[in-house]
């Protein structure tokens, strides 16, 4: 499969692909006749994985500690469950901080429904966003 197939296949697109490839998360053959990669089920296995890590929040670096420890015959477990316990602490904070965001921005549409339109002035860039309240 070139990588453009292989991108269709998992759902990424080919820059992704040939990126992974680069950091060394898939490790396709080259074929010696034209060059280009051969990708395997094993590489498909790999993105697919790939996909889901980061579905969940792992990073990069993250995935490529789980690649190594699980071929090393290590248990990448409880390393997963770690980094999952964190990001949803993290998670939660940002929740938080967007919801008070919704609030703040939702106030401001509020105040600015009866406000005109004013063009700026040389003092003021946009009167809006100068008046507005934290």
């Not at 292989?6 to 010696?32: E, F, N």
């Not at 500690?65 to 993290?90: K, Q, Y």
Request: charged share 30%; glycine share 6%; proline share 4%.
């Amino acid at each position: 499969m070139k990588v453009t197939d292989v991108a269709r296949v998992v759902g990424m697109t080919p820059h992704a692909v040939r990126y992974y490839v680069r950091l060394g998360l898939i490790q396709p053959d080259r074929c010696t006749a034209n060059g280009y990669r051969e990708f395997h089920a094993s590489d498909l296995a790999r993105l697919a994985f790939i996909r889901k890590a980061q579905g969940l929040g792992f990073t990069l670096d993250e995935i490529a500690r789980i690649f190594r420890e699980s071929a090393t015959s290590g248990v990448p477990c409880p390393f997963v469950r770690d980094v999952v316990a964190r990001r949803l602490g993290e998670v939660g904070e940002n929740i938080d901080e967007m919801l008070v965001l919704q609030a703040r921005m939702r106030r401001a549409l509020k105040r600015w429904r009866h406000l005109p339109d004013q063009a700026p002035d040389g003092k003021a860039i946009c009167m809006l966003i100068e008046d507005a309240r934290e």
